[in-house]
């Protein structure tokens, strides 16, 4: 995978934390005990997956688009049509890159893949947008 070029001093990559987040377009009726199921395996990462620190599912907050935002973004309906159809976040922050690795093939994560399956609209070419930061 190509990283994108760093202009700025950081730390060491095993030392810095990463926030690892999934937007995900989930079907317009979704089964709540489904998602209460994907919310609760989430939420237990902190105590499943070692250097997770913060883990959660939840709705996307989409706000009401201001008149500053309309003149800056044009013909949009709102905020909600910039958001692609993606309707719930992942979003966790692990304490180290390494951390964040592990996390790929931990068991944990491979549970939810039911939930994902039941819950999204397509696939997760279609249905999921994954991206991580480093904190500096």
Known sequence: MARLPNT???REPQTMRVVHMGLWRVKDDP??????????????FTETVPGCIEAVV????????GEADRETFGN???FEEMA???NY??????????ARDEYEDHPAH???QDECLALWVGD????ALVFDLRLP
């Open 8 to 10: 700025q001093q950081v």
């Open 31 to 44: 089964d709540p005990a489904i998602i209460r199921r994907a919310q609760e395996k989430v939420a237990n």
């Open 58 to 65: 939840a709705p996307l907050y989409v706000p009401e688009m």
């Open 76 to 78: 949009l309906a709102g």
């Open 84 to 86: 692609r159809g993606y």
């Open 89 to 98: 976040i992942l979003y966790m922050i692990f304490e180290s890159e390494i």
């Open 110 to 112: 491979m549970a939810l």
């Open 124 to 127: 997760a070419s279609e249905s």
